[in-house]
Each structure stands twice: as C-alpha cells, then as structure tokens.
C-alpha cells in the first residue's frame, strides 16, 4: 500500500530534482556535442598526416580520452536522474491506481 506520505515525498522529489535533472541532462548532451569538436581539435593539430592517421590520432589522444571519461559520468548523471524521475512517476500512478480501486469498491461495495 502506498501512503499519501510517499506520494508526497515522490511530488517533492520531482519538484526538487527539476532543475538538477534539467542540468544533468544539458550536460551530457554538451558533452556528446563537444566531442566532435575535441576530436577536430586533434585532428587540426596533426593536418599533415593523412586523414585516416588524424582520426585514428585523435581517437588515441589523451584530450580525447579523458572527454570520454568526463562524457561518461555527464551519461551516469543524466541517467540516475532520469530513473530516479520515472520511479517518482511509477509510484504516484501506482497509487493513483490504488485510490481509484478503492472509490470503486466503496461503490459497488
């Protein structure tokens, strides 16, 4: 059973999480954004290897590199605030459920 405490917890968590998720999620999408651009970066600053060798270059680049890294925790942020949003959703629609069965068994009842 679901009390009306949880639903109000779940309201409060997705009003109080809005802004975090929003960031969150500006973030990686940022992140994925940007990495074309570390990649060109690289690629520009080794222009008189052949283009095959500037992609595979800036691949193995460390600049390259660590954006993954950082691009994978803007990911697992966005993430866990997404979930944690959807679990919010699930519970109060659950209990949304809940109330209408009980008003329908109060009237057949």
Same mark, same amino acid.
């Given at each position: 059973m679901i009390s009306d405490s949880d639903i109000e917890e779940s309201v409060d968590y997705l009003r109080d999480n809005a =802004? %975090?998720?929003? +960031? /969150?999620r500006a973030e990686r999408i940022y992140m994925e954004?940007? =990495? +074309? !651009? /570390? +990649? *060109? &970066? !690289?690629m520009r600053e080794n222009s008189a290897? %052949? &283009? *095959?060798a500037q992609e595979a270059i800036a691949y /193995?680049?460390?600049?390259?590199?660590? $954006?993954l /890294?950082?691009? +994978?925790t803007a990911i697992e942020a966005d993430e866990? $605030?997404?979930?944690m949003m959807v679990a919010a959703e699930a519970k109060i629609e659950a209990w949304r459920t809940q109330q209408a069965n009980y008003r329908a068994q109060g009237r057949t009842g």
């Open positions: =802004r %975090p998720a929003a +960031k /969150a954004e940007y =990495r +074309k !651009v /570390a +990649k *060109g &970066i !690289v290897s %052949p &283009i *095959g /193995a680049s460390e600049r390259y590199l660590n $954006h /890294a950082a691009m +994978k866990y $605030h997404r979930w």
